[in-house]
């Protein structure tokens, strides 16, 4: 089926920073378009250009889109959405003076999320979940990554990346859900290494829910009292044996190295960074793994922020995500944070929106199927200058 807009107040291509594979880019790149039309199938987009020039063998389909903005689908790329209670009682605390690691050496932090998710009933998960994903995209945002990760047993964990697959197929094809297999995400307490827990939960699961092919990608938190080289390595391998994509949060808290590793293993993004040093953003500058900044997590930690110019200006593919969380960032809006992080970052225009759009799809390993956000608006700048103002229209 052909859909067909016109009278689009400004379409936003992206056409230069499609071309570009994302990088190096200029506020040119963004591709605007006032006035503007576009034909579009499933597979692909058959013409776009000036309303005026709309050809006629699309006129009569034509539905006028008259004082919206178009964009490239919005993705956040990065999510841990299925999750029960709240850890609200830590961001006092943390306000009041102590530590993200000092909370969760001391109970706090994912084992006191684990505490309330992994007893929680499967239904009740995923329908706050829903919720969740129906929030998330009324602000426009059409593909939505989810990891699972606050259960840490075996059965919990199966249970969380089944009540993702479940969203998935609830969701499709309105909203489109990627189903991140992170059950290495903290080490309970009844396991005496990180090297146990991998081996004993992570490994047998990931085998047995890839075979069920319910998993688009694999993840693992590689940090000081989280997991360790090695715990990657074997993971990765085995991902890969699989022909499962992997993800890493990497150099969230200290430079331990996960830029480069994220690269020897072709990772799909290597995501947080806020320390990576020289010779990690070198090593991700040459490469095809997309660097997701979190800033919500940054921001929200009170911790320094990635450097995102430097990465930039190496000639990284950057991506921009939420991290949407119970406990490092309780933020779901990726529009508010993007708008808000990208003077910080020193993004032109064109980083900003590359970042959430096709550089975030890229970072979930995704084709460049035709997905589009619509905002009420008469220009993309609009949006980002109102800062958590939602814009957002669905035509449905
Ligand atoms: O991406 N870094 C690991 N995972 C989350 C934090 C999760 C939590 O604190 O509950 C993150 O920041
Ligand atoms: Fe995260």
Redesign the pocket.
Known sequence: MITVWSDISELATLSGATKKDGRNLLPDDLGLISDAAIAFDQDKILWQGKSSSLPQQYQHSAVSLKDHVVTPEIVDS?T?LVFAGN?ADEYKMRLDGAD?QVI?ASGG??LS?MNATKDADEEELFQQAKARIERIHSYGVGTIEIKS??ALTLEGERKLSQVIARLKSHFSPRVRIMNTFMAA?AVPKNFKSSKDYIETIVLPLLKELASKGIIDAVDI?H?NGYFSFDDVEKTFTLAQDLGIAVKI?AD?FGDNGGAALAVKHNALSA??LLCTGDKGIAALANSKTVCTL?PG?GYFLGKPQARARKLLDAGAKVAIAS?F?????HVDNILLLASLAAPNYKMNSAELWAAITINARDALGLDASPRFSIFKANSISEITYSWGRNFSVSLT
Request: a negative charge.
């Open positions: 990065h841990h850890r993200y969760a932090g994912i999320t990760g606050y995400h938190f940090e949060h969230e995501d947080h979190l997590t991290d969380n119970p406990g490092s960032c």
